[in-house]
């Protein structure tokens, strides 16, 4: 029996298989590393803005999401376009849930209740 390499992430909900078996991604601290599963080579490292604390793939495993709840920032990378990214922040309202619609191309952001 063979074993492949550990692969180090943080957090409980910082490792992610993609839904279609291709992909796997964890976070450590502020990196988002995407991995190939055939054989665990690094399709892409990003580098968010604060440590990721939740990562969700998109239902075609097209984009990542990493929720960053500390800064109330949700960043959104593609997989095959190193280029294409997005950024939402919800500045003071805040940030508990960030997560994707069922379509897969729109995201869901639950803010605290804040009362002014």
């Not at 998109?58 to 990214?85: F, H, I, M, P």
Request: with cysteine; glycine share 6%; proline share 2%.
């Amino acid at each position: 029996m063979e074993f492949s390499e550990g692969m180090r992430h943080t957090g409980t909900s910082t490792c992610r298989l993609s839904p279609d078996g291709q992909f796997v991604a964890g976070a450590v601290g502020h990196k988002l590393v995407i991995r190939n599963t055939a054989d665990l080579s690094v399709i892409r490292v990003q580098q968010c803005l604060d440590a990721i604390q939740h990562l969700e793939w998109s239902n075609d495993s097209l984009y990542v999401l990493c929720a960053l709840y500390k800064r109330a920032v949700v960043q959104v990378y593609a997989v095959e376009d190193t280029d294409w990214r997005c950024k939402i922040d919800e500045g003071e309202a805040g940030l508990i849930h960030a997560r994707w619609s069922p379509d897969g191309r729109h995201i869901i952001t639950t803010a605290e209740d804040l009362v002014w």
